[in-house]
């Protein structure tokens, strides 16, 4: 079975910086696509980031809103998937979720960003 928690999350003032973390169990996390998303209340769950398997080098792709601010990374010894957040805005405030191949889900971690 497999399973995903993420941690990290948290209240940050705009220009701070948190980590999320995503551990990952019951399936093999290297071969695996992982992807961050995040949904704002009352708005649809949308794409944050992505990093590629260890077989596709581990490529990363970041949608506009977060490029230059966000490092998504995978520690595949550890099994767990990273977002390292800096430079933080109000906007940036959502539940923050991590996927497998878009299949498997999280619970979600809370991110606010007060002004």
């Known amino acids: 079975q497999v399973r995903l928690v993420e941690s990290g999350g948290g209240l940050v003032q705009a220009g701070g910086s948190l980590r999320l973390s995503c551990v990952v169990s019951?399936?093999?996390?290297?071969?695996?696509?992982m992807d961050w998303y995040r949904q704002a209340p009352g708005k649809e769950r949308t794409l944050v980031a992505t990093i590629s398997s260890i077989s596709s080098g581990s490529r990363t792709y970041y949608v506009d809103a977060v490029k230059g601010r966000f490092t998504i990374s995978r520690d595949n010894a550890k099994n767990t998937l990273y977002l390292q957040m800096n430079n933080l805005k109000p906007e940036d405030t959502a539940m923050y979720y991590c996927?497998?191949?878009?299949?498997?889900w999280g619970q979600g971690t809370q991110v606010t960003v007060s002004s």
């Open positions: 019951g399936s093999i996390f290297r071969f695996s696509a």
């Open positions: 996927a497998q191949e878009g299949r498997y």
